[in-house]
């Protein structure tokens, strides 16, 4: 049996880090799908600088562990004058490696758009950004929904990264709460229910989704 003393006698530990996770999910969410879809028309661009770019940020970033790219905000930064807080080090890693992830899966959906939609955009008129804003991304955005929506499921797990550097996420308090009880298995137990929590929603918005788009088709 579980010992409900470690979530009940701790729980305003537990209701700090939920938030917090939940915090740095939706800031890192939100920016990662801005940067990457910059980076996916960057990596599909005609400019010869932007598509180098755009390709050597995804392709650096994908290879390289997580933990790397956040000790580049927290250990790495500091060493350039740039202090952050443990919590903006920890979103900003995880925004920067997710945006990776997310650039691959917008250009694919982007690569998936009949050219002629580009070519008969052009030709009515619009420049090369106003046709990617208005008539290729509104398309692709639909076509990679549920891709995208598995990439910000594995962004919330991710987040538990913060716990490494002491971002005050539900990993940082479970330690902490593991350490001042000396019961470990529980407190991980509830600690993964918590992200159940934010998960399994996720996951059904996302199937829901990829069943209305499949209805739609």
């Not at 598509?51 to 905000?73: D, H, Q």
């Not at 080090?89 to 990776?100: D, K, N, S």
């Not at 600690?191 to 199937?207: A, E, K, M, R, W």
């Amino acid at each position: 049996m579980l010992d409900l003393n470690v979530l009940t006698g701790h729980w305003g530990m537990y209701a700090e880090g939920f938030g917090n996770t939940v915090k740095a999910s939706v800031l890192a969410l939100i920016g990662s799908f801005v940067l990457g879809t910059v980076l996916a028309v960057f990596c599909i661009s005609p400019y010869r600088v932007l598509k180098v770019l755009g390709t050597a940020y995804v392709e650096f970033v994908r290879n390289i562990p997580l933990i790397l790219v956040v000790f580049m905000f927290f250990v790495g930064l500091p060493t350039l004058g740039i202090l952050l807080d443990p919590f903006t080090a920890g979103t900003l890693g995880l925004t920067v490696y997710t945006a990776a992830f997310i650039a691959e899966t917008v250009r694919a959906g982007i690569l998936s758009v009949p050219a002629g939609q580009m070519e008969a955009a052009r030709s009515s008129g619009l420049t090369y950004i106003q046709a990617m804003l208005h008539v290729i991304l509104p398309q692709a955005i639909k076509i990679v929904i549920p891709p995208i929506g598995n990439q910000f499921i594995n962004l919330v797990k991710n987040s538990s990264i913060l716990g490494v550097i002491a971002g005050l996420d539900l990993m940082y308090f479970g330690d902490i709460v593991s350490t001042q009880t000396f019961i470990t298995f529980d407190v991980y137990i509830f600690i993964g229910l918590f992200y159940l929590v934010l998960t399994i929603p996720l996951s059904l918005l996302v199937g829901y989704m990829e069943r209305r788009l499949e209805i739609n088709r």
